[in-house]
Every structure is written in structure tokens, then in C-alpha cells.
């Protein structure tokens, strides 16, 4: 796959506007935060609230003035299409259920791509940036330019992700869908995995955890089932920071898997492979898809 260079004054420009707009509408979901359901999605359990909404309509007007030509794809029903080549892909609070419950992991994710964000393999970021409203931490990248972190008003420091390449000291992340048969299969990928690592953490929003690879407060993390706002922003994050990321058969993640880790990628991988190979497809016979509505 090749996609389109972007001009590095470009690039830098989008960086700006990615974290720009995510520290903004972060600052929107701290102070107008109400964690009242609105709705669910896909289960019952996949919830959204008004201020999800309301911080992705924020999100899209700033990024709509501030490059028109752009397209735009976000997590709670949005889609416009552009013609400069950007989109746009963007989570107005990853780690929602987080949110609801008032445990302070959850981010805003904002991050430029090239190509077409709705086929894996297809598309990657050339910026981006994730930033908790709780504790104000803010991770951004581009392209060529690192990975950083501030904290509060503290200086910028550039990211580094972790160099511990054996798998059995390694602090590993990952997270669960929301459907109850890919629950399930993920929990059968889980136990074998347990025994073989440092330990687990499940956090409850990816787009941190992605930022945590880069800065090395977990030395890997896997997913099942991301979709692309979930990962965009941290994908170039952990990149930056000299992480890496891919599937279990490709170079790149996708809703089958998102592996990203520091120098302990290729053993996760190997690892992950293996046991996937054992464990078989997502079985829905004990729980088949919820019925639309319930
Ligand atoms: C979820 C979070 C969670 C992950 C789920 C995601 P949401 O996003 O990132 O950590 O395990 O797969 O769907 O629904 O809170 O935006
Ligand atoms: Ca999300």
C-alpha cells in the first residue's frame, strides 16, 4: 500500500489543529460533563452519552473552520466527505463507560489520516492526539516529529516506548468488546496469555492505552475489535515514540487485532498467534448477537 506523502508544513499544521481541538473539546467534557445515557449501540452495555455527542459536534465545527476541504469520520454516526486527501477520524470520548462511572480514564482522540479510514490496510495517521479531560494529560505526534506528553503545565517531554523485550517481565494492556460472544472468545485468549506475562492491565479506553505503549507505562497491549477512532490517534503516538504496531497476520491493525508494543512486539505477536490459531473463530452459538433495539 502506498499512501500520499504530506508536505511536512502540513503536517506540522495538523498536529497543531489535532491538539488544538482535542485539548478544547476536553475542556468542554470536564466542564459540561453529564454522564446521563442518552442511548446505546451495538448491546445494551455499548453506551453513549449526550456529552459524547455534543463533544464530537464541537469537535467537527473546529475542524470544519479550520480545514473545510477535509473529511470527517467519528465514532457516534458521523461521516462527511472532503476533497484534500485528510480525514479526519476522530472518538469524542473513548473509554465512554469510564465516563458514566466517573473512573478518570477516559480521553478525547482527534488524529489525521491519509487514505480511506474504512478499510483496514488502507489508511494510516500522519497526526494526532489524545487528551484525558480529567488529569489534563495531553500525547500528541506527526509524522517524522516524535511523540510527547505534557502534564499540567509542566514542559513537554518526547516519548519513548518501552525497550523490555521479554515477554514474561512485560506489563501488558488490553480491553474487551461489547458483545458478549467476542467477550467470550477474548476471555479464552486471555487465560494462556495471563500465565505468560508480567501482568494485565484493562484500563477501559484504548486510546489511552496506546498512549501508554508510548510512554512506556505498559510494555504491550492487544485488542480485538477496534475500530479506526479508537486507534488512530495512538497509532501514530506509538509509532513516533519508536513503538510498534500490526495484526496477528498483517502489518497493520485492524478490528481483528491491534498488537502494539515497544521491543516486546514480536514475542506479543508470536504469543497472540499461536493462541489464536488454538482458540478458533468468535463462536456465537452460546451468544448470538443481541436483537437490534434490546
Ligand atoms: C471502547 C474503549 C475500550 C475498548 C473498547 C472500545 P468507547 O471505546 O476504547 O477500552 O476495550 O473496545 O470500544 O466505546 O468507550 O468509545
Ligand atoms: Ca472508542
Known sequence: MTLPRVPEPVLRDLERIALGVASEAALFVAEHGSVQVSATKSTPTDVVTETDRRSQELIEQRLRAARPADAFYAEEDGAVSGTSGITWVVDPIDGTVNFVYDIPAYAVSVAAVVGNPRVPGQWAPVAGAVVNPVSGERFWAR??????????????????????????????????????????????????????????????????????????????????????????????IVTEAGGGICGLQQDHPSAEMTIAAGAVLPALRELLVTIVAKVGPVDCTDFPPAEPGA
Open 143 to 236: 509524522s517524522g516529529g516524535g511523540a510527547w506528553r505534557q502534564r499540567g503545565r509542566l514542559p513537554a517531554t518526547r516519548l519513548q516506548a518501552s525497550g523490555r523485550a521479554e515477554l514474561p517481565l512485560a506489563l501488558i494492556g488490553t480491553g474487551f468488546g461489547y458483545s458478549a460472544a467476542v467477550r467470550s472468545w477474548q476471555a479464552r485468549v486471555l487465560a494462556p496469555v495471563l500465565p505468560r506475562v508480567r501482568d494485565i492491565r484493562r484500563v477501559g479506553s484504548a486510546a489511552l492505552d496506546l498512549c501508554h505503549v508510548a510512554d512506556g507505562s505498559l510494555d504491550g497491549f492487544y485488542e480485538r475489535g477496534l475500530n479506526p477512532w479508537d486507534l488512530a490517534a495512538g497509532w501514530v
